[in-house]
């Protein structure tokens, strides 16, 4: 059994118990109240919220749904109306709506076609169907401009009784949430399961209520962040709810047999949410962690410049290249820390480390620079000191330390994170080693750079 499907047991508690929560807590919206009302009045009402809906929040929806419904009350004369009538009632929701200021940026990418669209179809259901509303699922897709299978579910099912399926964002979340569905929402597999699931679970007697209450339940109960999974009528059918319950690590999430493709990826948990809060997977790339780390270059003069270089441990990001001394530090600890105590810090930390049993005393570090490098999951922010080795205090090179020259760094097997370290710090060892070697002083090292000019 696919643990991704519901079985025929769980498809009927579903039903039950997600329309029995619908009848007592649904939202009064002035499109759902209706009685006795014909079906072709229904379904225009259910296009033309719908359609409203599609960019606008519901608080905002509801005054203009019934303006426009004032004015154009049917299909017939909506199919008489004036475009400019239209279109100005529709620039009213979207110059009040929620995206006002993405309005200016989409002027001219289709916010009105939908507008317009309600109004071709009006005038195609006048013209070509004698004034009534297509019923068929696949005549609305194929025939009426600006209905997809959405919004051509959503009108089938709520005004025609039709037993067909409707997947939103909303529904999207409840189904990915109650299935475990962690896979990408641009694949086609992922939305073509949905839709499966969507169909799988729409209620045959009451489709068009059992449609509305999983969007109503994304909408207020199921919602992306802090969903209130203690109020949810379907909470045992929840996988995902069981699964944060039960689990003793958030990565034994991957639970089915390899290579499922449903299942989240370990790899995509974000331990900062609740495993609810994971589905349906964030569409965008998942964002790096912040890392700081400092690096402290050791060099020394022979009389060439040379580095003091460690090969990175196999358990190490970067492991088998080679790398200056690295420590890591957590944003919290960094900002306690004066530079004062910054240094004493690296100091001690390096002669802690195991490898460095050989290293010299060490007490006079400078301060070279930052750089910050992106990894694929880190965002690495590098703070690099420096600091000379006297020529007698001799360090055993071994496999995993070594001297490494200038260009031995330049072309050995160093991360690219190395390379922006070393080329922050190198001009500054140069002025450095060049003043000290023969001028003594920085001020004879300037005096000499002026002296040139
Ligand atoms: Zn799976």
Redesign the pocket.
Do not use: E
């Given at each position: 059994m696919n643990?991704?499907r519901f079985s025929t047991e769980e498809i009927s508690i579903f039903r039950r118990s997600l329309l029995a929560w619908y009848d007592i807590h649904k939202r009064k919206l002035p499109w759902r109240d209706w009685h006795d009302i014909d079906t072709n009045i229904v379904a225009y009402r259910v296009l033309v919220s719908e359609l409203m809906l599609q960019q606008t929040q519901v608080a905002t929806v509801i005054r203009y749904y019934e303006t426009w419904m004032k004015q154009w009350p049917n299909i017939k004369s909506l199919a008489e109306a004036s475009e400019d009538d239209i279109l100005k009632c529709w620039a009213g929701i979207i110059i009040d709506s929620i995206f006002y200021w993405s309005y200016f940026f989409h002027l001219g990418l289709g916010y009105y076609n939908r507008a317009r669209n309600l109004y071709k179809c009006a005038q195609l259901i006048i013209n070509e169907y004698n004034g009534e509303f297509p019923n068929e699922l696949e005549t609305m897709i194929n025939r009426l401009p600006g209905v997809g299978r959405y919004t051509a579910g959503a009108v089938s099912s709520i005004a025609f009784n039709q037993a067909n399926p409707i997947l939103d964002g909303n529904v999207i979340r409840v189904l990915s949430r109650m299935r475990c569905i962690g896979s990408d929402l641009k694949k086609k597999s992922t939305t073509d399961f949905l839709w499966s699931l969507a169909t799988d679970v729409v209620c045959p007697e009451r489709p068009g209520d059992f449609n509305q209450s999983l969007m109503e339940l994304g909408a207020t109960v199921c919602t992306p962040q802090k969903p209130k999974c203690n109020e949810c009528p379907v909470q045992n059918q929840c996988l995902a709810y069981q699964q944060q319950k039960e689990i003793e690590s958030i990565l034994d999430i991957e639970?089915?047999s390899a290579n499922?493709s449903?299942?989240l990826k370990s790899s995509d948990v974000d331990t900062n949410r609740s495993l609810v809060e994971h589905y349906p997977r964030k569409k965008s790339k998942t964002k790096q962690r912040e890392e700081t780390s400092f690096i402290l270059i050791i060099y020394r003069l022979t009389p060439k410049l040379e580095f003091l270089m460690i090969k990175q441990k196999q358990s190490n990001l970067l492991s088998g290249l080679w790398s200056f001394l690295e420590i890591s530090s957590s944003k919290n600890h960094l900002d306690q820390m004066n530079e004062q105590k910054r240094k004493t810090y690296i100091i001690e930390e390096i002669q802690q480390m195991p490898t460095i049993d050989t290293i010299p005393s060490i007490n006079n570090i400078k301060l070279a620079g930052q750089c910050r490098h992106l990894f694929s999951h880190i965002d690495k922010q590098y703070i690099i000191y420096y600091t000379h080795c006297e020529q007698n205090d001799v360090l055993i090179p071994s496999t995993s330390m070594q001297w490494f020259n200038e260009e031995q760094v330049q072309t050995s097997a160093i991360s690219t994170a190395m390379k922006k370290v070393f080329n922050v710090a190198l001009p500054q060892i140069k002025l450095k080693t060049s003043n000290g070697k023969k001028n003594g002083t920085i001020d004879n090292y300037f005096k000499k750079k002026n002296s040139k000019v």
């Open positions: 643990r991704h639970q089915c499922c449903f299942c």
